[in-house]
């Protein structure tokens, strides 16, 4: 919401206490008629979030996240262009930002480890990595922004089936990291997947070794094996009981192991999310006036898988027809 304001001035703004209440309010204003379909619980607690001046752990860690990646983008630009003008400041003013946040232990191991800053620089490749690669897309959607979606809507469809816990945390994750396989492999389309009998497989079965290779050694152990859960099987969804991965299906979490202990993953409903987003995708394309015969197949493609298809509740044929394609003709009738 205000995105056109430069971070100096937004700054500026948040060290006068009544300007900043000021303008979080208005932000909530404009933002409510937005998220008010998602339930008052969630409601109050997004205006408690932004209203609350409390310095919690949380919010620590999100200020760092928001400041190792503001660095990270400066860090491109300033090679790009180093004398460039305020590169000085800016440089001086992010690292009175990073010392502010050494007592967090995340930003020490960033510090003094060099994999987990190459594992940073690894999935930010995906920034530059675009889905469609093969169609004219307007506008082009990268794998990274695309991942970020899957997550956020994978999140907010498992807080309305009143998930867990810890089942939101493994939908939203599973979003979040699906595509990072991809930074080894590119964007593979489907049709090309499915042109040869098994190079499907045989594509899953390379990402898997090259994840072993390149990626697990850069990650702590600790969480070698929710990175595998995941990446690998994404869109099964599972259990664990008695310490055992048990397939099953969203209506049955939701029926029967909807409890941390159970550590569920609605991995169906995040390939419904994975599609949902690919078909939002296409419909801006589409309403950009960029049309071909592969794109509008894409999406009938889509469109038919969910004709009919609900899941733990979840209307997703309402959802996708929210998302109509109408010619200039449509409009003005």
């Known amino acids: 919401m205000i995105t056109d304001l430069k971070p100096q001035i937004f700054n500026r703004i948040k060290e006068d206490k009544k300007k900043y209440e000021e303008l979080t309010k208005w932000v909530y204003k404009r933002l409510e008629p937005v998220i008010s379909p998602l339930g008052l619980d969630f409601v109050d607690r997004f205006r408690h979030y932004f209203s609350s001046i ?45 010392e502010k946040h050494y007592d967090l232990t995340g930003i020490q191991q960033l510090a003094l480890f060099q994999k987990y800053r190459n594992f940073i620089d690894l999935c930010g490749q995906l920034r530059f990595q675009y889905r469609w690669s093969h169609l004219n897309m307007i506008p082009r959607t990268s794998v990274l922004g695309h991942m970020l979606l899957v997550a956020i809507l994978s999140y907010l469809f498992s807080r309305d089936i009143g998930a867990c816990p810890k089942r939101c945390f493994n939908n939203y994750f599973t979003g979040l990291f699906h595509d990072l396989p991809e930074v080894l492999t590119r964007d593979i389309i489907s049709p090309v997947k499915r042109s040869i009998e098994g190079l499907d497989s045989l594509i899953k079965a390379y990402e898997k070794e090259q994840m072993d290779q390149e990626v697990f050694n850069l990650i702590p152990p600790e969480w070698h094996d929710e990175m595998r859960t995941f990446t690998e099987d994404e869109f099964t969804s599972i259990v664990y009981v ?92």
């Not at 960029?290 to 298809?309: C, F, G, H, N, W």
Request: aromatic letters at 12%; a negative charge; glycine letters at 4%.
């Open 54 to 98: 409390d310095n919690t752990i949380s919010k620590r860690i999100l200020n760092a996240s928001h400041f190792y990646a503001t660095r990270w983008e400066f860090d491109i630009i300033e090679r790009a262009n180093p004398t460039g003008y305020e590169i000085p400041e800016i440089r001086s003013f992010l690292q009175k930002k990073q």
């Open 242 to 333: 008695d310490h055992q991965v048990v397939t099953t299906d969203t209506e049955t979490i939701s029926r029967e192991y909807n409890k941390d202990v159970f550590n569920p993953r609605d991995g169906e409903m995040v390939k419904a999310v994975d599609d949902l987003t690919a078909y939002v995708e296409t419909y801006c394309s589409l309403e950009n006036g960029v049309k071909s015969p592969d794109l509008l197949e894409a999406r009938q493609s889509i469109s038919r898988k969910y004709k009919d298809l609900t899941i733990g509740g979840i209307p997703f044929p309402d959802i996708f027809s929210y998302f109509k394609v109408y010619t200039s003709a449509t409009r003005e009738a």
